[in-house]
């Protein structure tokens, strides 16, 4: 697994998309109006934050926010990559009013 990308709960990749999503969603109901900016403003803050750890690796941050209902929400992902230096994270926020689920993937940059 990528050095860069920890299954931890308590990594800290983990931590700095945690911050990014409570950041912008913290306190906030859901509001279709929003959805834009705010999954616009957790990638551009979780890429900017991976960058500034300075490692060798190009990123994809994907960012999908739903309102809660009954139906739930579900996601899935699959990669063909080097398991030894390649990886991929998912971290899951939620309120009472909305879903929020942030996929990173790290793809090392072999020179």
Same mark, same amino acid.
């Given at each position: 697994?990528?050095?860069?990308?920890?299954?931890?709960?308590?990594?800290?990749?983990? /931590?700095?998309?945690?911050?990014?999503?409570?950041?912008?969603?913290?306190?906030?109901?859901?509001?279709?109006?929003?959805?834009?900016?705010?999954? !616009?403003?957790?990638?551009?803050?979780?890429?900017?934050?991976?960058? @500034?750890?300075? @490692? #060798?690796?190009?990123?994809?941050?994907?960012? !999908?926010?739903?309102? @809660?209902? #009954?139906?739930? $929400?579900?996601?899935?992902?699959?990669?063909?990559?080097?398991?030894?230096?390649?990886?991929?994270?998912?971290?899951?926020?939620?309120?009472?009013?909305?879903?929020?689920? /942030?996929? /990173? $993937?790290?793809? #090392?940059? /072999?020179?």
């Amino acid at each position: 697994m990528s050095p860069i990308i920890h299954k931890s709960r308590n990594s800290d990749t983990n /931590v700095i998309w945690r911050y990014c999503v409570d950041g912008v969603l913290g306190g906030e109901d859901y509001n279709h109006n929003n959805i834009n900016q705010w999954t !616009a403003s957790i990638v551009e803050q979780s890429l900017t934050h991976l960058v @500034k750890l300075g @490692k #060798a690796y190009k990123y994809i941050v994907t960012c !999908a926010v739903v309102q @809660k209902s #009954a139906y739930g $929400f579900h996601t899935a992902s699959s990669c063909f990559w080097d398991t030894t230096s390649d990886g991929t994270c998912t971290v899951r926020w939620e309120n009472r009013t909305m879903n929020c689920i /942030v996929n /990173v $993937f790290a793809i #090392a940059i /072999v020179l």
